[in-house]
């Protein structure tokens, strides 16, 4: 990432937009017109689908919303409407070629440069006020680039995604957890001009001091629970989770296999080891649960989640990432689709956060215990299908993206949330424990 920091909000938006773009033309230039509009999953829409729905968005939110202009074509509005259409009907509809979409996608895009250079970051308008309004279209494109990249996981066939390994981690030991104290904290934003309306307003939450896993649990330590029979012990999980369980003949995490005495995986279409020191990924949060109550401990809280990644105990101020204020750079985590998968756990000690946990941003997305609802004074903006629709106790939030997270689209107060069974994601997790009363720090 060549921007700094302090370039104007303007060039910002567009290195953002820029770079959105170049993503999802990697993610989709690689694949003929059949693997285009081919569904790899009923969970998933084909990638043709999720390249116009881009274009549209952008139509929507720049053209006609920031630019007061007419839209390209107001007239794809409903077969890209996410809400008219669910994923697994999304074959069916009478789709743009990629060939239209991409000619779209270029003619929206032209368009939203022209509204981008004549507007005014300093505009009372909420929509524009620091370029809010391209800074979320970025967010939005790059958020279908890594559903896209779930969706090339999931996809069989010869490997067309190539990239270098992640770094190793250092050698240096570890300790298993890290203490948080307890005390109140500043959860949320109502200052970061990007962030959008679940993360929103501040808040101050008080959280008690717990433990927290210095790492994301890995691929050996969730070998330990399957080994242990984790699968097959009704006790170790949610009643829901145990029923899922029981009907899906859940045994391992979603890509894995078993030859030979060992476990596989697929990824990207390649198959490999499974490699013990990498976090592991493509769990589901009753996996998660299961596994946390089996080890003895638990899932973080959200608000846990936020703090140990968040609170600075000098200055008892929230930072942006866990190592501060800066940008995230290559060597604060593994994001981008830089690489296409995890580093191993423990990597990224420029990445640490004040207590000293590692990889909270990047590498996997982490299942939290929590529920997705409204922060306190929440208000939907701008509009109430980004978020508000999702709230109540069906969706659980995952917190700190993963390898396949662009840097725009997160920071440590971005929310995201799935289904509870949901493991196409690339979700892992770390566990938690309550502190005892002497733990350091008041509570
Ligand atoms: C925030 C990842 C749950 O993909 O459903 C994309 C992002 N919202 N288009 C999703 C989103 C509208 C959203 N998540
Ligand atoms: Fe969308």
Redesign the pocket.
């Known amino acids: 990432d060549s921007t700094p920091p302090d370039a104007p909000v303007r060039e910002l938006a567009l290195a953002a937009l820029e770079q959105a773009r170049l993503r999802t033309l990697l993610l989709t230039d690689c694949l003929d017109e059949a693997q285009l509009a081919a569904q790899h999953s009923p969970l998933m829409s084909p990638l043709v689908w999720d390249l116009a729905h881009i274009g549209s968005q952008e139509d929507i939110w720049l053209v006609r919303g920031a630019g007061a202009l007419p839209g390209v074509r107001p007239d794809l509005d409903d077969l890209y409407d ?1 809400f008219r259409h669910p994923r697994a009907g999304r074959p069916a509809l009478p789709l743009l070629s990629p060939d239209e979409a991409r000619h779209y996608l270029a003619e929206v895009r032209e368009r939203a440069l022209k509204v981008l250079a004549d507007s005014d970051p300093e505009d009372e308008n909420p929509l524009l006020n620091g370029a809010f309004v391209f800074g979320m279209v970025a967010q ?1 494109e790059q ?2 680039d890594e ?1 896209m990249l779930a969706t090339h996981q999931l996809r069989r066939g010869e490997p067309v995604l190539f990239a270098p390994d992640p770094p190793a981690a250092p050698a240096a030991d570890l300790p298993a957890e890290v203490l948080v104290p307890g005390g109140d904290f500043t959860m949320g934003t109502s200052t970061d001009p990007w962030a959008l309306d679940n993360e929103r307003p501040a808040h101050r939450v008080h959280v008690a001091a717990f433990h927290l896993d210095t790492m994301p649990v890995t691929n050996a330590a969730y070998l330990e629970f399957i080994d242990a029979g984790g699968y097959r012990e009704p006790r170790w999980w949610h009643p829901l989770g145990w029923e899922h369980v029981r009907r899906t003949k859940l045994h391992a995490p979603l890509f894995w296999q078993r030859e030979g005495g060992r476990w596989l995986r697929r990824s990207f279409g390649r198959t490999e080891p499974v490699a013990p020191e990498e976090p592991v990924v493509h769990v589901s949060w009753y996996e998660a649960d299961a596994y946390a109550r089996w080890a003895g401990r638990r899932l973080p809280t959200e608000a846990e989640w936020e703090k140990a990644a968040r609170h600075d105990p000098d200055t008892g101020r929230s930072r942006t990432y866990p190592w501060g204020e800066a940008q995230p750079a290559e060597a604060h985590a593994n994001l981008g689709q830089r690489h296409l998968g995890p580093a191993p756990a423990g990597a990224y000690p420029q990445g640490a956060a004040p207590a000293g946990a590692r990889q909270l941003i990047g590498d996997v997305w982490e299942w939290t215990s929590s529920d997705f609802t409204p922060y306190p004074g929440f208000t939907a903006f701008p509009y109430a299908e ?1 978020s508000e629709v999702f709230f109540g106790s069906d969706y659980k939030v995952l917190r700190g993206g993963s390898f396949g997270t662009a840097p725009v689209a997160v920071r440590g107060t971005f929310r ?3 289904y509870p069974i949901r493991r196409q994601i690339f979700a892992g997790f770390r566990t938690a424990r309550d502190a005892g009363p002497d733990a350091r720090g008041a509570s």
């Open positions: 996410a939005h958020q279908h559903t980004y995201n949330w799935d």
